[in-house]
């Protein structure tokens, strides 16, 4: 069975500062997509970056990069330029490619902190 | 273009009661996920529907179950409530077919406490 599991259970950033978030999963598969969500406080889930294993180009959005590394079947967060905005629950979480029941497996999540 | 709706948001039961949790996807998705979020357990998967059909269980007793109406409408039961049963029950769409870009659009949720 695959699993997630994410080491950081809090982490705390002065806001303008970087933090990485960390995620190490476990499949036997070689087709995969792996994911960063984002829980604010009371709200609802969303996706942050997106990353499909076949590419091996780390994905970007914005202020938001992965360090992907499928050997090491380790995939990290990184965020620049932290802001008050980003202070959340983060899911690292993982697909099977060729899975349409959606059964995403999601890691245990690590809440950050950003300090003003 | 509305988002995923969850009803009721907050709900209190007692435990031997049953529940019905309802979810309407975004306008388009057939596919609709459950999961259920405990702080101990984390986000786990319950079940996906797709065009009415059940595509996928996870780990969980029967006494959960869910079903998909025809307008992608979804609902779960919760029957013979226990206390371990309080969490948030998180509902997910997306279109379910296609390119698996494998984003899922969630709702806000809907909180559950067993007493």
């Known amino acids: 069975a695959q699993t997630v599991t994410q080491s950081q259970p809090e982490m705390s950033v002065q806001e303008a500062e970087t933090v990485t978030l960390s995620c190490t999963y476990d499949t036997s598969e070689s087709d995969y997509y792996l994911f960063w969500y984002k829980q604010p406080p009371s709200r609802q889930m969303i996706l942050v970056i997106r990353q499909e294993a076949y590419k091996q180009q780390n994905a970007t959005e914005n202020r938001f990069s992965v360090n992907f590394q499928k050997a090491a079947k380790s995939f990290s967060l990184k965020i620049s330029d932290s802001q008050l905005g980003d202070a959340a629950m983060y899911f690292c979480a993982y697909i099977k490619g060729d899975n349409y029941g959606q059964n995403f497996v999601f890691g245990p999540g690590t809440r950050l902190s950003v300090l003003p | 273009k509305a988002g995923v709706t969850q009803t009721p948001r907050y709900l209190i039961k007692t435990r031997g009661q049953q529940v019905t949790l309802s979810c309407s996807p975004i306008?388009?998705?057939?596919?609709v996920s459950w999961y259920q979020q405990t702080p101990g357990q984390g986000l786990q998967f319950l079940f996906e529907y797709f065009s009415e059909t059940q595509r996928n269980k996870g780990n969980f007793p029967g006494r959960f179950s869910g079903r998909q109406f025809s307008n992608s409408r979804s609902e779960m039961n919760v029957s013979t409530l226990e206390l371990g049963d309080s969490a948030l029950y998180l509902c997910a769409s997306s279109p379910g077919t296609g390119v698996h870009t494998g984003e899922l659009f969630f709702g806000e949720g809907s909180r559950l406490t067993v007493l």
């Open positions: 306008s388009g998705h057939r596919s």
